[in-house]
């Protein structure tokens, strides 16, 4: 069992080598309570900037766990590839199971979006508050994957401003029924990726149109229709299979 990993955010806690400190109340009350750690247990901090702290719990009072930090590792396990995943909301939990598994995959931005056949409509207070726990899914995600550097989680566009905002990918790609175009037949591409998924229903035409003369090439998985949920993360290691880290070395 490798020790457990716990985002402290750079606002809440300073991370020194060879301090002493209190963590802060989320992850010392998950310590504490959830996985009931006791003093002398090992555990890992890291916020978000990078590399990461080994630390050691000196003593445990209810919700309050205080660490000892050891050296600064500069471990990192980054995909090189810059890779932003374009997704149309989706219903239920399937919005935080993608990000959760887009995170895994090694994304650097997610970034949610409204169309058309959408079936969840967020606006206002409701975004705002989805946004912030979509934010925590993303950390969550990074604490079990061994990630040290969180990715952006954008706040939620429309899709024709999302559209815009991917003009600086070197490649954009749609998933789309029926292309013409497979992700290994096309070149590695020189920059950032950006791909574009839609909700349950898929994009509408006029969507599908609109992502086209904005620069993205429409891809295929193969024969089959793959929902909503399978079809990012599928896209997702197929190009980190092909152009990322997938490829080991």
Known sequence: MTDPRFFCSPEALSLSPGTSVDLPEGPARHAARVLRLQAGDGLILFDGRGGEYGACIE??????????????????CESPLALTLIQALQGGDKMDFTLQKAVELGVSRFQPVSSRRSVVRLDGERAAKRLEHWRGVAVSACEQCGRNRLPEVAPLLPLERALGQAESASRRLVLLPGAAVSLAAMAPPDGPVSLLVGAEG????????????????????????????????????????????????
């Open 59 to 76: 003593a445990v009072a209810k919700d309050r766990v205080r660490v000892r930090l050891g050296e600064h590792q500069p471990r990192e």
């Open 202 to 249: 898929g994009l509408a035409p006029e969507e599908a149109e609109a992502a086209v003369a904005a620069g993205f090439t429409p891809v295929s998985l193969g024969p089959r229709v793959l929902r909503t949920e399978t079809a990012g993360l599928a896209a997702l290691a197929a190009i980190q299979a092909l152009w990322g880290d997938f490829r080991g070395g």
